[in-house]
């Protein structure tokens, strides 16, 4: 009897886990719902400089499109999310249990209280960091490839690399590139000349800060639809 009794209480408190693990989902997903709306901006930016749009709904990758006379770009890049800014990080801080914190307690109070001063008397901005490639394509299939990376719309080349076959490269996997394949230099650490020169080619391609805002805009949108779907699978399967 008391196995039972014990058996009983078990699925009774199962069940309850269960039930309020699905209400904190739907109501999770309810606010992203009702607070989400794609910015019209970013798609308008692209058909301004000609780039299509390849976002599958099963993928986290985008891939950008557009042909330059003889030669295709392709710009690839995935969900991300922004980086906390720094005022969140404080308030993070401030919600955290003073017992699971080894220090003394006037001490946090003299450095909460700078930190609270510094972040009022600067603009606060969060973080937005895409990592992105570039490859300019030819008709013969030959390429050049570019390991970029954004930072508040800002673009930094890190590496670019020639590609003689596209198509070979493009099966390989990360591994086969890393161990048979020069990845080129560290574009940052070339002679002034050349890498200005570089920015300036990437440049003409329409590679330029607007289109690296859309980018980074699309990438935390697609996150956030990422994000949004995984709550609602996760609940239709709590329900189940």
Not at 49 to 69: A, E, M, P, V
């Amino acid at each position: 009897m008391f196995k039972i009794l014990n058996l009983v209480k078990f699925s009774n408190s199962k069940f309850l886990i269960r039930q309020r693990l699905q209400s904190i989902l739907v109501s999770e997903y309810k606010y992203e719902f009702q607070n989400y709306q794609q910015e019209p901006e970013i798609k308008q930016i692209f058909e301004k400089y000609q780039y299509t749009i390849n976002d599958d709904n099963n993928s986290h990758k985008i891939q950008l499109y557009r042909d330059f006379n003889n030669y295709e770009v392709i710009i690839e890049f995935q969900a991300t999310a922004p980086e906390p800014s720094e005022q969140e990080q404080i308030e993070e801080k401030e919600d955290l249990d003073p017992d699971e914190l080894h220090y003394d307690s006037k001490q946090d109070n003299v450095t909460k209280k700078r930190q609270l001063e510094e972040a009022e008397n600067k603009i606060d901005v969060p973080k937005y960091s895409v990592d992105f490639q570039v490859y300019i394509l030819s008709k013969q299939g030959e390429a050049i490839s570019f390991e970029c990376n954004s930072m508040n719309q800002t673009l930094n080349i890190s590496r670019m690399q020639p590609i003689y076959d596209f198509n070979s490269f493009r099966n390989q996997s990360r591994v086969t590139k890393l161990l048979y394949d020069y990845s080129g230099p560290e574009v940052n650490l070339l002679e002034d000349r050349l890498r200005l020169s570089i920015y300036e080619y990437l440049s003409t391609y329409d590679i330029n800060n607007e289109l690296i805002s859309a980018i980074e805009a699309l990438s935390m949108d697609k996150e956030q639809r990422l994000y949004m779907d995984f709550l609602k699978k996760l609940e239709n399967f709590i329900s189940i």
